[in-house]
């Protein structure tokens, strides 16, 4: 059976790119896929980083507010359009919430309210929280990044082609915010073909502070992965800098679709 898995980057509300995450939610209208996978790091949450322990940043902003705004402005606008399997990986920044309690407040690090699943309200909206490694389809492993023991590169797909050689089995991961898919083939006579994709992100880079101004050597992008039986072909769609992009013979422009 064919299938189509639209996998949408780390986000990092509310320091993305609005306009490139509405581009994405009309892309997953106009195709009509058949599971929408949130990648990890939906939400940023840098008031109970860790990095931001004992400075200004640790008071200001609202973890329920940040949760709030992402699920008005993404989970509702998916679930307007598209009503099928719709999953979010938890990444690093998302757990933040939960960590801090753990962390700061023991006595209540047993509570499930600052849980990623329920600040961003999933059953409301039939949204699965899904596993840390999620074998999407057959010999392909969908996963935010920071989990697995995954050595970190600095060219886009490189981290995650090294974790698909490592496990044996095509990696889709968020994590790096960088963005390509690499293919490494062995075998004589019956050759085996596994795939490390990343899939980039919609973050503002004038909003990582922790950039201190040099490139960060990220891509706006998001994945496209397709099956056919046992075969799997991954896309990676790059976004301009006007958030436009071409997939399937058409240009995509905020707001609509035009024939390339």
Not at 70 to 96: A, C
Not at 125 to 132: G, M, Q
Not at 133 to 155: C, M, N
Request: proline share 6%.
């Amino acid at each position: 059976m064919d299938r189509t898995v639209v996998v949408v980057p780390d986000i990092q509300a509310p320091k993305h790119d609005q306009q490139a995450l509405d581009a994405i939610v009309a892309f997953i209208a106009d195709v009509e896929p058949d599971e929408v996978i949130q990648i990890g790091d939906a939400c940023d949450f840098e008031a109970p980083s860790r990095w931001s322990a004992g400075s200004r940043a640790e008071y200001e902003g609202s973890v329920e507010q940040e949760a709030d705004d992402l699920r008005r402005n993404f989970i509702v606008p998916v679930r307007d359009v598209f009503d099928g399997p719709f999953g979010f990986h938890e990444g690093n920044h998302d757990l933040r919430p939960r960590k801090y309690l753990e962390s700061r407040a023991p006595g209540l690090g047993a509570s499930d309210h600052f849980r990623m699943e329920n600040l961003l309200r999933f059953a409301e909206h039939e949204v699965r929280r899904l596993p840390d490694f999620y074998e999407v389809g057959p010999d392909v492993i969908t996963t935010h990044g920071h989990l697995g023991r995954i050595g970190l590169r600095q060219d886009a797909g490189a981290t995650a082609l090294g974790a698909a050689k490592r496990w044996g089995k095509s990696v889709v991961m968020g994590h790096t915010h960088r963005a390509a898919a690499i293919p490494w083939t062995t075998g004589i006579g019956s050759p085996r073909t596994v795939w490390g994709v990343e899939v980039g992100n919609v973050m503002r880079e004038d909003c990582a502070d922790y950039l201190k101004g040099a490139p960060g050597n990220w891509q706006k992008a998001f994945g496209v992965l397709h099956f056919s039986g046992d075969h799997f072909k991954p896309e990676v769609v790059y976004l301009d800098e006007q958030n436009q992009f071409t997939y399937g013979g058409y240009q995509y422009l905020p707001g609509g679709a035009d024939a390339a």
